[in-house]
């Protein structure tokens, strides 16, 4: 009996496929745009604070502004990691050809 090779059963490897995608093509990109969101609105939020103590501004007032403005950060960053992903799929692609 030696040789025989047992594979899973088909939907469980498409399972595995999707789940492989949808990690690659959305969450991996979602949690690092989440991570851009965070690092622009800190940078804001530290320049308010540093301009109330330097005396600029009267008050520490967080606008909506403030958070479209970081917005723009998880959505530059979202697109850098998916076009990166995108990129090294279609590269694994070629090669395996």
């Known amino acids: 009996m030696k040789g025989i090779i047992v594979s899973g059963s088909r939907s469980n490897i498409e399972n595995k496929r999707t789940l492989s995608i949808f990690n690659i093509f959305l969450l991996q990109p979602f949690k690092t745009g989440l991570y851009g969101f965070a690092a622009f ?3 804001l939020i530290l320049t308010r604070g540093i301009t109330v103590l330097f005396g ?3 008050s ?3 606008n909506i502004d403030d958070v479209y403005f970081s917005l723009l950060g998880f959505v530059l960053v979202f697109l850098i990691k998916l ?3 995108i990129k090294s799929s279609k590269n694994k692609k070629l090669s395996s050809l």
Do not use: K
């Open 41 to 43: 609105f800190t940078v």
């Open 56 to 58: 600029f501004m009267d």
């Open 60 to 62: 520490y007032v967080v």
């Open 83 to 85: 076009l990166e992903n």
